[in-house]
């Protein structure tokens, strides 16, 4: 073959690979996923009311010793590397408790695809003004200086807490409004009124607290929210203030939910949330604002 149709030949085979590599990066099936934070397989109910999620959870103990602002607590994280990074959780106890309370949140939250931070508070004491600011504390130590920051998108935070720790979930979603989620669990706070909020939020009540009672604080919540916010009210029924402390179904579900699909974008979660949650032997009433814009 003489060099001049060498020459022609392998120009032709060159323009021939470039065209089907441009064809290739054109079809649907190569493009980047939608939404890059997507984590995990496609939710169904019997998955999201799992006592554990797809991905494998290791976890770490902070020392109150080597943190300030807060009293320590432990980190729980997906095992795997392999997806990327994950958005996260700092979840505080209600009065007089410790994080023992809400542990049972840790693996089954960050099992599903998050890393969760569940906290002491300085002491049992604090109040909920001081329980918000000891989250935000904790999301700034687990971003900045854990052991798995490079396994947290900054970016994508939210936070929980149970009584007092609800009531400071309000005060650090009001005084942090970048975070994506926050959700309030049978929260206590004598502050009723949040329309500076602009956070995501779901607030659990229930129809039996005595304590923290749905008249008087997490309706109020949830109403003075704004209305044009992303917002959700579930009152748990047959429940008490207490209810949160141990591990619950539906809590769980509805919590996993709104927190990938907000701290994750992840509008395939947006089924379990909307239409709103029926009134059921677990749940006594619901409300929201669907269809959910953010």
Avoid at 177 to 186: G, M, V
Wanted: charged residues 15%; glycine residues 10%.
């Amino acid at each position: 073959m003489s060099k001049s149709r060498s020459r022609l030949v392998k120009g032709l085979l060159a323009a021939t690979v470039a065209t089907a590599g441009l064809c290739t990066a054109l079809m649907p099936g190569a493009q980047a996923a939608d939404n890059p934070y997507e984590r995990g397989p496609a939710p169904s109910n019997a998955s999201i009311e799992a006592s554990r999620g797809s991905y494998a959870v290791s976890q770490t103990t902070v020392s109150s010793l080597g943190v300030s602002g807060f009293g320590g607590g432990t980190i729980y994280y997906p095992t795997s590397t392999a997806d990327g990074t994950f958005g996260a959780v700092a979840i505080s106890p209600g009065f007089t408790a410790y994080q023992s309370s809400i542990a049972w949140l840790g693996p089954r939250l960050a099992s599903q695809g998050f890393v969760v931070f569940t906290i002491d508070t300085n002491t049992t004491m604090d109040q909920p003004d001081s329980r918000g600011r000891q989250l935000l504390a904790a999301l700034d130590y687990l971003t900045q200086t854990s052991s798995v920051r490079s396994r947290i998108d900054t970016s994508r935070l939210g936070v929980m807490g149970h009584s007092m720790g609800g009531g400071g979930t309000l005060e650090a979603a009001k005084s942090r409004t970048s975070l994506k989620a926050a959700i309030p669990l049978t929260g206590w706070n004598l502050d009723t009124t949040w329309p500076e909020v602009r956070t995501p939020t779901l607030i659990f009540g229930a129809d039996g607290d005595t304590i923290a009672p749905v008249a008087t604080h997490s309706e109020p919540f949830y109403q003075s929210l704004p209305s044009t916010l992303d917002k959700a009210y579930v009152e748990l029924r047959g429940a008490t203030h207490f209810t949160p402390n141990s591990s619950n179904t539906t809590i769980a579900k509805y919590s996993i939910s709104w927190l990938k699909r907000f701290i994750d974008n992840d509008s395939r979660y947006e089924q379990f949330l909307c239409p709103l949650p029926a009134v059921s032997l677990t749940i006594a009433e619901s409300r929201g604002n669907c269809p959910h814009t953010s």
